[in-house]
């Protein structure tokens, strides 16, 4: 991840005209070496125009810095449709999985401290853990079989989604066990949510397969084990405050309310409908027990580029650093091992493993279909279609703010073409 030359910018910018509107900053410069360059602004400008004018989404706005730079804002559509609100640079919405992240970089804050090693059993911090067992399948009499762990759960487990922990409800046998005790209800504290896990086998061997789940709203407890703080005001100390971010945090005061953007269902068929905000906002608009590591957070796209940048510059922003070089390194390098090859719907992401809390590319795109995309790129993104990424080669990142579900992973796809132009078999980006 080299550092940029800020005079070498400046002076190309020197040679750019500019103009301003209230929803789009044109910085185009002369530098032909930049990604988003003129073409790559018109791209995206149609790209996610197109998005709004077909329906598909109701709002949407994008932010992408290179090489230290802003080279693209724009937002398009509402935030509220209803209400007539648009999607504008302030708009707070729910960023869901991409709380992950920063989960994941709280708990490397306390790594970097000798707090604890990767490959250290999680019972040795949480022993509520201490004696679980794994569903291994049913008999011939059809009652479930229930067998030891061949090896202890590993933090580093819970940082790659191979701990055996599930929360879905349709999951063989474990399923109906968690839906009984209800580890992820809002009124659980993280304690309180480890001992209701506790009263149910893991559905894998850890280790054996990549499954999403709760992994990381259990690292957020490692933290306040850790720590000795709960996980929010940790992370308000830690990332939040030292990097500026002041409208990411799970509640959201009535003042700013106006600002939070409804989240739509989308339907081929019947087009978007609003999820009520009695539903869609509850776990913002009231303070609860439990603070997950998971999901939860609502930020700005200025907020959370400031978090991606951090994590370009080698863990440091504006002269604070959050994390050592080292250790954004780590988070960044492939952690899965070859052996791990049942992968849900990793692959779906390209060709990636995964990091401490994200994806990592390890092959360029092989077929105009896959998401287009550089190796050594970091990523994740979230329920209602959200997505960042961080691009060391290009010293670029990226954040993509919509609030549709299903997940619309060929957004996701639409946009990342934008960025880096249309796939040919002869080009990588």
């Given at each position: 991840?080299?550092?940029?030359?800020?005079?070498?910018?400046?002076?190309?910018?020197?040679?750019?005209?500019?103009?301003?509107?209230?929803?789009?900053?044109?910085?185009?410069?002369?530098?032909?070496?930049?990604?988003?360059?003129?073409?790559?602004?018109?791209r995206?400008?149609?790209?996610?125009?197109?998005?709004?004018?077909?329906?598909?989404?109701?709002?949407v706005s994008a932010?992408?810095?290179?090489?230290?730079?802003?080279v693209?804002?724009?937002?398009?559509?509402?935030?509220?449709?209803?209400?007539?609100?648009?999607?504008?640079?302030?708009?707070?919405v729910?960023?869901?999985?991409?709380?992950?992240?920063?989960?994941?970089?709280?708990?490397?804050?306390?790594?970097?401290?000798?707090?604890?090693?990767?490959?250290?059993?999680?019972?040795?911090?949480?022993?509520?853990?201490?004696?679980?067992?794994?569903?291994?399948?049913n008999?011939?009499?059809?009652?479930?079989?229930l067998?030891?762990?061949?090896?202890?759960?590993?933090?580093?487990?819970?940082?790659?989604?191979?701990?055996?922990?599930?929360?879905?409800?349709?999951t063989?046998?474990?399923?109906?066990?968690?839906?009984?005790?209800?580890?992820?209800?809002?009124?659980?504290?993280?304690?309180?949510?480890?001992?209701?896990?506790?009263?149910?086998?893991?559905?894998?061997?850890?280790?054996?397969?990549?499954?999403?789940?709760?992994s990381?709203?259990v690292?957020?407890?490692?933290?306040?084990?850790?720590?000795?703080?709960?996980?929010?005001?940790?992370?308000?100390?830690?990332?939040?405050?030292?990097?500026?971010?002041?409208?990411?945090?799970?509640?959201?005061p009535?003042?700013?309310?106006?600002?939070?953007a409804?989240?739509?269902?989308?339907?081929?068929?019947?087009?978007?409908?609003?999820?009520?905000?009695?539903?869609a906002?509850?776990?913002?608009?009231?303070?609860?027990?439990?603070?997950?590591?998971?999901?939860?957070?609502?930020?700005?796209?200025d907020?959370?580029?400031?978090?991606?940048?951090?994590?370009?510059?080698?863990?440091?922003?504006?002269g604070?650093?959050?994390?050592?070089?080292e250790?954004?390194?780590?988070?960044?390098?492939?952690?899965?091992?070859?052996?791990?090859?049942?992968?849900?719907?990793?692959?779906?992401?390209?060709?990636?493993?995964?990091?401490?809390?994200?994806?990592?590319?390890?092959?360029?795109?092989?077929?105009?279909?896959?998401?287009n995309?550089?190796?050594?790129?970091?990523?994740?993104?979230?329920a209602?279609?959200?997505?960042?990424?961080?691009?060391?080669?290009?010293?670029?990142?990226?954040?993509?703010?919509?609030?549709?579900?299903?997940?619309?992973?060929?957004?996701?796809?639409?946009f990342?073409d934008?960025?880096?132009g249309?796939y040919?078999?002869?080009?990588?980006?």
């Open positions: 991840m080299k550092q940029f030359s800020r005079m070498a910018l400046a002076a190309s910018l020197l040679l750019a005209a500019c103009a301003t509107s209230e929803t789009h900053q044109d910085t185009t410069t002369v530098n032909a070496s930049l990604v988003v360059d003129t073409l790559a602004k018109a995206l400008d149609s790209t996610l125009q197109a998005q709004v004018t077909s329906g598909q989404v109701a709002g932010l992408v810095f290179e090489k230290g730079e802003e693209y804002f724009n937002a398009f559509g509402m935030a509220d449709r209803e209400e007539n609100v648009p999607m504008a640079r302030n708009t707070l729910q960023i869901f999985s991409m709380t992950k992240p920063i989960t994941g970089v709280a708990l490397m804050q306390l790594y970097e401290q000798g707090k604890f090693q990767l490959d250290d059993p999680v019972a040795n911090y949480i022993p509520e853990f201490a004696n679980l067992q794994v569903y291994a399948g008999d011939a009499a059809g009652q479930p079989v067998e030891a762990p061949h090896r202890p759960m590993l933090v580093r487990d819970l940082t790659r989604h191979t701990s055996g922990l599930t929360s879905g409800p349709d063989a046998y474990v399923g109906a066990l968690l839906k009984k005790v209800d580890p992820m209800n809002r009124e659980n504290t993280l304690t309180q949510m480890a001992e209701k896990f506790a009263q149910a086998p893991l559905w894998f061997q850890p280790g054996a397969q990549w499954a999403y789940g709760p990381v709203d690292q957020a407890l490692l933290v306040e084990r850790l720590s000795g703080q709960p996980f929010d005001q940790y992370v308000q100390e830690h990332i939040f405050g030292p990097l500026g971010m002041d409208e990411t945090r799970y509640f959201i009535e003042a700013d309310r106006d600002r939070f409804a989240l739509y269902l989308r339907n081929d068929s019947t087009g978007l409908t609003r999820v009520p905000d009695s539903l906002h509850a776990l913002n608009t009231r303070h609860w027990p439990l603070t997950p590591g998971g999901f939860g957070f609502t930020s700005t796209v907020d959370y580029m400031r978090f991606a940048r951090m994590l370009v510059n080698e863990g440091e922003l504006d604070t650093r959050i994390l050592k070089p250790t954004v390194e780590l988070m960044a390098t492939n952690q899965l091992p070859d052996s791990v090859t049942e992968r849900s719907w990793l692959p779906s992401k390209g060709r990636v493993g995964f990091g401490i809390d994200f994806a990592v590319r390890v092959s360029p795109p092989q077929t105009a279909e896959e998401n995309g550089v190796v050594g790129e970091f990523f994740w993104d979230g209602a279609s959200t997505l960042f990424w961080v691009d060391p080669a290009n010293e670029l990142t990226a954040v993509l703010f919509v609030q549709i579900m299903p997940f619309y992973g060929q957004l996701h796809k639409q990342r934008a960025v880096y249309p040919t078999p002869t080009a990588t980006p």
